[in-house]
């Protein structure tokens, strides 16, 4: 079993920054891939961002390509994703995740946190 609480997010007006944090607590943190997601309202939740469980190798959506960057610190158990250039369109709960794999699909994510909330106005 791992545990995820997600914090970091707010408020923030466009061409804003956040950062997103992710302790884990559990199963051995480190071994893990890790996956940012998020969800819109009345939208399905989406891919955002992945990292390695080295951290060697990530990848991130088109979307937030050059904006956004996933990094990991396995001596703190803790993913964090750093949000530059803020837009409206990037309102949504974001949510962290765990998985075997360095993956983009939802279902291959085993376990999740409760998310927390960016709001970007324009």
């Known amino acids: 079993q791992v545990q995820l609480v997600e914090s970091g997010g707010g408020l923030v007006q466009a061409g804003g920054s956040l950062r997103l944090s992710c302790a884990a607590s559990?199963?051995?943190?480190?071994?893990?891939?890790m996956g940012w997601f998020r969800q819109a309202p009345g939208k399905e939740r989406e891919f955002v961002a992945a990292?390695?469980?080295?951290?060697?190798?990530?990848y991130n959506t088109d979307s937030v390509k050059g904006r956004f960057t996933i990094s990991r610190d396995n001596a703190k158990n803790t993913v964090y994703l750093q949000m530059n250039s803020l837009k409206p369109e990037d309102t949504a709960v974001y949510y962290c995740?765990?998985?075997?794999?360095?993956?983009?699909?939802?279902?291959?994510?085993?376990?999740w946190g409760q998310g927390t909330q960016v709001t970007v106005s324009s």
């Open positions: 995740a765990v998985s075997k794999f360095l993956v983009v699909v939802t279902t291959m994510y085993d376990y």
């Open positions: 559990g199963r051995t943190f480190s071994r893990y891939a």
């Open positions: 990292i390695s469980w080295s951290g060697t190798s990530t």
